[in-house]
Every structure is written in structure tokens, then in C-alpha cells.
């Protein structure tokens, strides 16, 4: 009754997710194995945590949403090094107003289940506007943004099914 040997061929592990935890009133997308416990947008499953956390960083570059956990952010007093090399926005120190940082955490999750090409007419809509109104600057961070979205697009290949969230 008790075999040495794995008798189910089970490897006790899950696959990983891409969550969006909403436990907290600035979201944060982090990988995730295991049971769904926490609050918030499960994306997945993927196939290796490789796989995800190269998208995580794709998201991070685009999207600039926080990766870091509730406790450290509640104890920033200054931008973290994610913010200098423009892979968050800083919201932990509010660089970045909510209503801002809201329609990037939309975005991405409209992202991630599949809705890309709506996103990237929307960013190119919103890089039109600043560049009529001629805020420079602010286009020319929207156009990169679409930059590194269409590399990600053309990077990977996704079956848009599977993205569903589950």
C-alpha cells in the first residue's frame, strides 16, 4: 500500500499563471502556481515559468505596472530601481495618478486576454492626441510603448484561445 515509487506519475506540480492581484488599491502582476487564493485576474496557463516571466517583463516594459510585493510597496519613500530603468511608474511614491495607472492595469488585461489589436489602436489614438496638443514627450513615450507591444506580438506566437482568464 505504500510504494517506493510514483505510482500516479504525478509531479505535485501546477502550472503557472500570470495574476493581476487586486488585494490592494494599486494592482500588481506577479507569477502564480498553486491555488487561486488571492484576489484578482488569473492569465494562463503557461507552459514553462520561463515563458511567463518573459511576458511579465514584455508587460512591464509597455505597461509600466508594479511587480513589487504589498509590503515593499508600502514602504517606499523613493522611486525603486524599476522606476529608473522604466519598468514601473512609480506609484508607491504617486509619480503616477490613479486614473492613469487604473487604464494601464485595463490595458493589460485586455492585453492578455486577447484583445491586442483594440489596445494598440487605442495607444495610437492616445499618441495622435498628445501629438496635436503638442506634448511631445508624451507621445513619443506612447509611440514606444507601442513599439515594445508590436515586438511582443511578433515575438511569441499565442493562441489567443488559451488566454482566456480562468
Not at 11 to 36: C, M, N, T, W
Not at 127 to 134: G, W, Y
Request: net charge positive; glycine share 4%; aromatic share 8%.
Amino acid at each position: 500500500f505504500r510504494p517506493r515509487f510514483n505510482v500516479l506519475l504525478r509531479d505535485d506540480k501546477s502550472f503557472p499563471y500570470i495574476l493581476i492581484a487586486k488585494e490592494h488599491a494599486v494592482p500588481q502582476i506577479a507569477k502564480h502556481r498553486g491555488a487561486r487564493a488571492r484576489k484578482g485576474s488569473y492569465y494562463g496557463p503557461f507552459a514553462s515559468a520561463g515563458a511567463v516571466k518573459r511576458t511579465i517583463n514584455a508587460l512591464q516594459k509597455a505597461f509600466l505596472i508594479r511587480t513589487c510585493t504589498d509590503s515593499f510597496y508600502e514602504n517606499r519613500t523613493r522611486p525603486c530601481l524599476l522606476h529608473q530603468i522604466k519598468r514601473c511608474s512609480g506609484p508607491c511614491v504617486k509619480l503616477v495618478t490613479s486614473e492613469a495607472y487604473a487604464r494601464d492595469v485595463a490595458d493589460t488585461e485586455r492585453f492578455l486576454r486577447g484583445d491586442t489589436q483594440e489596445v494598440l489602436d487605442e495607444l495610437q489614438q492616445r499618441m495622435m492626441t498628445h501629438a496635436q496638443a503638442l506634448e511631445y514627450e508624451q507621445a513619443a513615450a506612447v509611440r514606444d510603448q507601442i513599439g515594445s507591444l508590436s515586438r511582443v506580438l511578433h515575438q511569441q506566437p499565442m493562441d489567443e484561445r488559451s488566454l482566456g482568464a480562468h
